[in-house]
């Protein structure tokens, strides 16, 4: 499936953004492929073949308005850290280095210099004709199909469809992606939104999956199960999450997405006070 991205506003003369919907690990880890290849020429001092991929990497330095304007692509809010030190997007964070030496996005760029440095430097090969030949693939034959959807065209209906067609993502992902689409179209400062009341959901505690019968579910989802059970009134079966928030957010709560949130939240916190007082309990 292509990655797929909606069209955001932006004055005249900034850089253009776009959302994307679905894709965004297949983008990252071109990202991360990419700078990896663009370090290693330099190190070749194939500095052409360089900066003939920066383009790919970068944006121009004269549209930044904060350095991490520099990126072609911006992860989620949990693993711009990781990010920004594996693409060398901040050289004096020693401790950040430290902390995210062992995630997913510092080896996947540390196994793309790697590999690129062992193609390029094989014995009995010319590394500048090497560099000048990967170069020219990356740039001239690395072929992507995108889906664009225009301002006006429903994000959040492609993002389901996509979403049927391919792995499928936990109720609480869904739940995610639906809130902070809400809170974008409504102009919500959603970097605050998500660092106040939903940041907490991505760690170990909320991501750990639990048995619930013969199947195992992300504790988040059970969490958002209970939620709704509890505010509906009425049953809700694994598969009907996600729908059946939807269908409560948009026609039964009466709420903002901001206040929907924030209930959201301090039902969490009590939820997981509840969770974690019961494992050390001990008669």
């Known amino acids: 499936m292509p990655p ?44 052409h073949p360089a900066q003939r991929i920066e383009p790919l990497v970068e944006n121009a330095a004269p549209f930044r308005s904060n350095p ?16 920004r030190t594996a693409m060398g997007g901040d050289p004096a964070s020693a401790d950040d280095k430290q902390s995210t030496s062992n995630q997913r996005i510092a ?15 094989s014995d009995g090969f010319d590394p500048i004709i090497r560099a000048e030949a990967i170069e020219r693939v990356v740039r001239d034959y690395l072929q992507m199909v ?19 067609r391919g792995a499928q993502l936990t109720a609480a992902d869904l ?47 059970i969490f958002l199960n209970h939620w709704l059970i509890a505010r509906t009134g009425g049953e809700v079966v694994a598969r009907e999450v996600f729908s059946r928030f939807k269908r409560f957010a948009d026609h039964d709560s009466k709420l903002t997405m901001t206040e929907l949130l924030e209930q959201v939240h301090s039902a969490a916190s009590v939820y997981e006070s509840f969770v974690r007082g019961a494992s050390e309990f001990r008669p």
């Open 4 to 47: 797929a991205r909606e069209q955001a506003q932006n004055p005249i003369g900034q850089l253009q953004q776009r959302t994307i919907i679905d894709g965004q690990q297949r983008l990252t880890t071109l990202q991360l492929m990419l700078s990896a290849l663009r370090s290693e020429l330099v190190a070749l001092n194939a500095i």
């Open 68 to 83: 991490d304007d520099r990126f072609k692509v911006w992860p989620t809010n949990r693993d711009r850290r990781a990010f």
């Open 107 to 121: 080896q996947a760029h540390q196994f793309f210099s790697n590999e690129a440095r062992e193609w390029l430097t």
């Open 146 to 164: 995108v889906i664009d959807l225009g301002v006006d065209e429903n994000a959040q209906e492609i993002f389901e469809t996509l979403n049927a």
């Open 175 to 221: 739940i995610k992606n639906f809130i902070f689409q809400r809170l974008l179209e409504a102009d919500t400062d959603v970097e605050k939104a998500y660092q106040e009341h939903w940041k907490e959901f991505e760690t170990g505690f909320w991501e750990t999956e639990v048995s619930v019968g013969r199947l195992r579910y992300p504790r988040s989802s």
